[in-house]
Each structure stands twice: as C-alpha cells, then as structure tokens.
C-alpha cells in the first residue's frame, strides 16, 4: 500500500525558509512523478511543483519560481520542498502527492495524481 507523509510545516515571519519532507512508501507503478500541492482557506488546491524521481526534471508554478526548490534522496525516498522569501499569501495546507497516471494532463494538475499525504501546515505572518 502507497503511503506518503509530510512533514516540516510550521508558522515563520514573512522573508523566513521552511523545508517541507514527503516520505514515500509502498510500491508505485508506472510514471514516477511526485508533486507538492497547497490549499489554503476558501480556495482550490493548486500545484506548486513537481519532480519526474527517475530523471530529477522539475516544473515550478509562475507564483514560486526562484523561491521554492522541489528535490529528492533517493536514498531516503523522499522528496522535499525549500520554501525560501515566505510570502503570507504562501499560507496553506501543503499536501504531497505521487503516481502521476496521466502524462497528457499537467504535472502541476490534481487529477494527474492517485495518492496523496494528509498535509502539513505552512503559516507566514507579516
């Protein structure tokens, strides 16, 4: 069974870093991709970034770009997320996903994914 946790969430003045961990266990087929998403009140999930695991290719969305840094330890099977120049708007629930099924569909786009984490909270304050 697939698992992934998060972990690495917590509350930083803006300017500040977190580094966000997924641990992925269990066995998954077929494309190896793993992605960060993040939902914050009142609003749709949306991708942040995301990592082909077998060749190290990254996608970034526009808003982080030059901020956050997707990478992984293969060694570990995780993949992390530095979150560098927090922004209060950066505020969310950060979810981890993985298997991405459908490589015609954006690697940023939820429904390219079939497993998920339960999230870890990332709070900027001004």
């Known amino acids: 069974q697939v698992q992934l946790v998060e972990s690495g969430g917590g509350s930083v003045q803006a300017g500040g870093s977190l580094r966000l961990s997924c641990v992925v266990s269990?066995?998954?087929?077929?494309?190896?991709?793993v992605a960060w998403f993040r939902q914050a009140p009142g609003k749709e999930r949306e991708g942040v970034a995301a990592?082909?695991?077998?060749?190290?290719?990254?996608l970034y969305a526009d808003f982080v770009k030059g901020r956050f840094t997707i990478s992984q330890d293969n060694a570990k099977n995780t993949v992390y997320l530095q979150m560098n120049s927090l922004k209060p708007e950066d505020t969310a629930m950060y979810y981890c996903?993985?298997?991405?099924?459908?490589?015609?569909?954006?690697?940023?786009?939820?429904?390219?994914?079939?497993?998920w984490g339960q999230g870890t909270q990332v709070t900027v304050s001004s």
């Open positions: 996903a993985a298997d991405r099924s459908d490589l015609s569909v954006s690697a940023l786009a939820m429904r390219s994914y079939n497993y």
């Open positions: 269990g066995y998954i087929t077929g494309r190896k991709w």
């Open positions: 990592i082909a695991t077998l060749v190290s290719s990254t």
